[in-house]
């Protein structure tokens, strides 16, 4: 292939180093700088030279000119919802991302539960609270205690699963008041909670194709046997064997398809990838539980280990409205991320800890380390936020990706490191492959 692109990614984090690495191994790309980015994406592994990956600071509409970039790929969802894709758009630059109207489905709670009661996507039951003085009584209209949820972006910590009325009440409360969210909280969506077992499921739209990608499983408590508080997310699997064929099928119609042509009907076609975070009931039923606009982290590194297709092709085909339909596809591979996340996260992650033992467990076979909260401080990789890395393997099973990831973990250090021991335990004790 004669082209090779160059490609940014914002961000700096283990999803944007997932994603660099992913870019880099595909054919059509040359070159990936990330924005911020963090200590891994400085430089490319030996197995990917000649190509290049480093990390650059500014904004990133100035360096994709400076660097005359061919596509920008935006990673988290804050610079999503305030409108960088139509920034970038509006400069010339080519971006992989929605733009900040339809990113709605992520930044307003309210707009996405009113967006898919008004296209048959199944969700569960909700109320939309602006007023302290009526959350009281719309708290009490549920039988069972509400989930509690801030309407705008509170970097992922919005949701109150809360066990009695009362401590569903104080939560909206502290939210309208202004007091745990500030603006984010001024809308408050209270909703039925489900039961059931959670799936990410993403498609890559280009507006009015879409390409499901696999499913993959979070985990998001901090503590083995889903005890103790919600993080960003400790590990996943994918494929997750919970997303039968039939299921996947499913969710296909009933969810992604929907949201594409919901979002075409009111204008705002929607390119980039969209993530369902789905609960699938003990009866077997599919409840959209949110949308995010951009993929999951830690879901982006296992995802991508399990497909095969070029990358650069398919970001861009979709950035472009001209996605093609096998642009990605399963590779038949299993793969399994455990996050080491720092002392004290997610209260409040210590940082500056040096790491040891990171070269040691990248070289085993199928291993990739990849880097979230890192920096260098004279020449050595310490902490520098609460997810500090993402361990990945990849295998022909899922039993083999997760003995290698583990015994890559091992061999990494720091102090006050924290990472879950039951990254798919269900799946082996339940049994399923
Ligand atoms: P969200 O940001 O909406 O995904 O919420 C974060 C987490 O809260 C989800 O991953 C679920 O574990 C939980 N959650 C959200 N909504 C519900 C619900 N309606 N019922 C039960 N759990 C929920
Ligand atoms: N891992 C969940 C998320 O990215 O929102």
Not at 1 to 28: D, I, N, P, Q
Not at 147 to 155: N, T
């Amino acid at each position: 292939m004669a082209l090779r692109r160059k490609v940014l990614v914002v961000g700096s984090g283990g999803r944007e180093h997932a994603l660099a690495l992913g870019l880099l191994e595909a054919e059509s790309v040359g070159e990936v700088i990330v924005t911020p980015g963090n200590a891994g994406t400085r430089a490319a592994p030996a197995r990917l030279a000649p190509k290049i990956l480093r990390s650059a600071s500014g904004s990133p509409g100035d360096i994709a000119q400076s660097e005359a970039v061919d596509l920008v790929v935006i990673g988290p969802e804050a610079p999503l919802c305030a409108g960088l894709t139509d920034e970038l758009t509006d400069r010339g630059i080519h971006v992989f991302g929605p733009t900040r109207a339809a990113a709605r489905l992520e930044g307003s709670k309210a707009f996405m539960k009113d967006f898919a009661v008004r296209h048959g996507i199944r969700t569960a039951r909700h109320e939309v609270v602006t007023e302290l003085a009526l959350a009281e009584a719309a708290v009490r209209r549920f039988a069972e205690p509400p989930v509690v949820k801030a309407d705008g972006l509170c970097g992922g910590k919005g949701v109150v699963v809360a066990d009695t009325h009362t401590a569903a009440l104080a939560a909206a409360r502290g939210m309208l008041s202004g007091e745990s969210f500030g603006a984010a909280g001024k809308a408050v969506v209270l909703e039925e909670r489900v039961r059931g077992a959670e799936l990410s499921l993403h498609a890559l739209i280009d507006g009015e194709r879409w390409v499901v990608l696999p499913a993959a499983q979070d985990h998001k408590r901090l503590l083995d046997g889903d005890r103790g508080p919600n993080t960003g997310g400790m590990g996943t699997y994918a494929p997750a064997p919970l997303a039968a064929p039939e299921l996947l099928a499913r969710a296909e119609r009933e969810v992604f398809e929907r949201a594409v042509h919901g979002m075409i009907t009111e204008g705002h076609p929607f390119r980039g990838v969209l993530f369902a975070g789905l609960m699938v009931t003990p009866e077997g039923e599919l409840v959209l539980l949110e949308f995010n606009v951009r993929f999951g982290d830690p879901e982006t590194q296992v995802m991508l280990a399990t497909l095969e297709g070029d990358l650069g092709e398919a970001l861009d085909g979709a950035a472009r409205g001209a996605l093609a339909p096998g642009a990605l596809r399963p590779s038949g591979e299993h793969a399994l991320c455990v996050v080491l996340a720092a002392g004290g996260y997610p209260e409040e992650p210590r940082t500056g800890a040096p790491i040891s033992g990171l070269e040691a467990a990248g070289t085993l076979e199928g291993v990739s380390v990849l880097h979230a909260g890192t920096a260098l401080v004279e020449e050595r990789v310490v902490t520098a936020g609460g997810r500090v890395l993402g361990v990945r393997a990849r295998a022909r099973t899922l039993e083999l990706a997760r003995e290698r990831a583990y015994a890559a973990v091992e061999r990494i250090h720091f102090e006050g490191m924290q990472y879950r021991r039951d990254i798919a335990a269900r799946v082996f004790e339940e049994g399923a492959s």
